[in-house]
Nanobody
Protein backbone atom coordinates (compact mmCIF):
# COMPACT_ATOMS: atom_id res chain seq x y z
CA UNK A 1 0.00 0.00 0.00
CA UNK A 2 1.47 3.30 -1.11
CA UNK A 3 1.25 6.03 1.51
CA UNK A 4 0.90 9.59 0.21
CA UNK A 5 1.03 12.79 2.27
CA UNK A 6 0.53 16.22 0.71
CA UNK A 7 1.67 19.56 2.07
CA UNK A 8 2.23 23.11 0.90
CA UNK A 9 -1.31 24.31 0.35
CA UNK A 10 -2.47 27.71 1.53
CA UNK A 11 -4.07 30.98 0.55
CA UNK A 12 -2.58 33.23 -2.09
CA UNK A 13 -3.67 36.13 -4.25
CA UNK A 14 -4.21 35.76 -7.97
CA UNK A 15 -0.92 35.82 -9.80
CA UNK A 16 0.93 34.26 -6.90
CA UNK A 17 2.70 30.94 -6.60
CA UNK A 18 2.62 27.87 -4.41
CA UNK A 19 4.59 24.64 -4.39
CA UNK A 20 2.84 21.49 -3.25
CA UNK A 21 4.77 18.49 -2.01
CA UNK A 22 3.75 14.86 -1.79
CA UNK A 23 5.85 12.38 0.10
CA UNK A 24 5.37 8.77 -0.97
CA UNK A 25 6.56 5.41 0.30
CA UNK A 26 7.52 4.02 -3.11
CA UNK A 27 7.27 5.00 -6.75
CA UNK A 28 4.60 3.42 -8.91
CA UNK A 29 4.00 3.33 -12.66
CA UNK A 30 1.75 6.35 -12.53
CA UNK A 31 1.92 9.39 -10.27
CA UNK A 32 -0.16 12.51 -10.48
CA UNK A 33 -1.92 15.49 -9.02
CA UNK A 34 -5.68 15.93 -9.03
CA UNK A 35 -7.93 18.66 -7.65
CA UNK A 36 -11.52 19.10 -6.61
CA UNK A 37 -13.20 22.49 -6.60
CA UNK A 38 -16.27 23.13 -4.45
CA UNK A 39 -19.33 21.57 -6.06
CA UNK A 40 -17.31 19.97 -8.86
CA UNK A 41 -15.93 16.54 -9.59
CA UNK A 42 -12.29 15.71 -9.05
CA UNK A 43 -10.19 16.37 -12.15
CA UNK A 44 -6.69 15.50 -13.24
CA UNK A 45 -4.18 18.34 -13.13
CA UNK A 46 -1.06 16.50 -14.29
CA UNK A 47 -0.23 12.83 -14.68
CA UNK A 48 3.10 11.07 -15.11
CA UNK A 49 2.63 7.72 -16.78
CA UNK A 50 4.30 6.75 -20.03
CA UNK A 51 4.45 10.50 -20.62
CA UNK A 52 3.61 13.66 -18.71
CA UNK A 53 0.20 15.13 -19.42
CA UNK A 54 -1.12 18.44 -18.14
CA UNK A 55 -4.69 19.64 -18.12
CA UNK A 56 -5.15 22.41 -20.69
CA UNK A 57 -6.16 24.81 -17.94
CA UNK A 58 -2.75 24.60 -16.23
CA UNK A 59 -0.36 24.21 -19.17
CA UNK A 60 2.44 26.75 -19.00
CA UNK A 61 1.65 27.61 -15.37
CA UNK A 62 2.09 24.35 -13.43
CA UNK A 63 5.10 22.06 -13.41
CA UNK A 64 5.38 18.59 -11.92
CA UNK A 65 8.71 17.23 -10.78
CA UNK A 66 9.97 14.18 -8.95
CA UNK A 67 12.82 13.86 -6.48
CA UNK A 68 12.94 10.11 -6.06
CA UNK A 69 15.96 10.09 -3.75
CA UNK A 70 13.81 11.92 -1.21
CA UNK A 71 10.56 10.29 -2.36
CA UNK A 72 8.86 13.63 -2.99
CA UNK A 73 6.56 14.62 -5.84
CA UNK A 74 6.22 18.36 -6.36
CA UNK A 75 3.70 20.57 -8.08
CA UNK A 76 4.96 24.08 -8.75
CA UNK A 77 2.01 26.37 -9.41
CA UNK A 78 2.62 29.82 -10.87
CA UNK A 79 0.31 32.58 -12.09
CA UNK A 80 -2.46 31.19 -9.94
CA UNK A 81 -6.05 32.05 -10.75
CA UNK A 82 -9.18 31.99 -8.56
CA UNK A 83 -10.40 29.01 -10.60
CA UNK A 84 -7.40 27.02 -9.35
CA UNK A 85 -9.01 26.98 -5.90
CA UNK A 86 -9.72 23.53 -4.56
CA UNK A 87 -8.40 20.57 -2.68
CA UNK A 88 -5.32 19.11 -4.34
CA UNK A 89 -4.66 15.40 -4.10
CA UNK A 90 -1.58 13.38 -4.82
CA UNK A 91 -2.26 9.99 -6.40
CA UNK A 92 -0.36 6.84 -7.29
CA UNK A 93 -1.27 3.85 -9.37
CA UNK A 94 -0.30 1.33 -11.99
CA UNK A 95 -0.13 1.36 -15.77
CA UNK A 96 -2.56 -0.95 -17.58
CA UNK A 97 -2.52 0.75 -20.95
CA UNK A 98 -3.70 3.79 -19.07
CA UNK A 99 -3.15 4.96 -15.51
CA UNK A 100 -5.25 3.28 -12.82
CA UNK A 101 -4.97 5.41 -9.70
CA UNK A 102 -5.77 3.45 -6.54
CA UNK A 103 -3.85 5.32 -3.84
CA UNK A 104 -4.71 8.83 -2.70
CA UNK A 105 -3.43 11.33 -0.18
CA UNK A 106 -5.66 13.22 2.21
CA UNK A 107 -5.50 16.42 0.16
CA UNK A 108 -4.27 19.93 0.76
CA UNK A 109 -6.37 23.07 0.35
CA UNK A 110 -5.39 25.76 -2.15
CA UNK A 111 -7.32 29.02 -2.10
CA UNK A 112 -6.68 31.75 -4.66
CA UNK A 113 -8.34 35.10 -4.09
CA UNK A 114 -8.92 37.75 -6.74
Amino acid sequence: QVQLVESGGGSVQAGGSLRLSCTYTYLTGCMGWFRQAPGKEREGVVIIGRSTRYADSVKGRFTISLENAKKILYLQMNSLKPEDTGIYYCAAGDWYGTCDFKHWGQGTQVTVSS
